[in-house]
């Protein structure tokens, strides 16, 4: 398998497509966790590792059964782009309960 272009990862959108695919997700999975509040410094304490270009989210569930997202640290190689086994956040504040509930996002 050849390696994307790290052009074509990932994408700036509008607010207006941000909203649009947000609005689809939750009129299909109405009773479903909509998001989670990561903080800044736990962003940055992925970013910071050596060699990170970029973060992964992983899905994940939780031992009672909730979604969670498991974020890390992805380096660039020659062929590949890498999980940096260093630094793993989870436990993210899901949305509900702390959801911006006047976000365009939301509505």
Do not use: W
Not at 26 to 40: A, P, S
Not at 52 to 81: F, M, P, Q
């Amino acid at each position: 398998m050849s390696k994307i272009p790290r052009q074509q990862i990932s994408q700036i959108v509008s607010i207006q497509e941000a909203r649009d695919l947000t609005r689809n997700y939750r009129t299909r999975y109405r009773n479903e966790i909509k998001g989670h509040l990561f903080k800044k410094e736990d962003i940055e304490a992925i970013l910071n590792q050596r060699g990170c270009i970029g973060i992964r989210a992983y899905y994940g569930i939780d031992d009672v059964g909730k979604k969670s997202l498991v974020l890390i640290g992805v380096k660039e190689t020659l062929s590949n782009y890498e999980d940096i086994l260093g630094v793993a956040v989870d436990r993210g504040a899901p949305c509900p309960t702390q959801c911006d509930s006047s976000s365009p996002l939301m509505t």
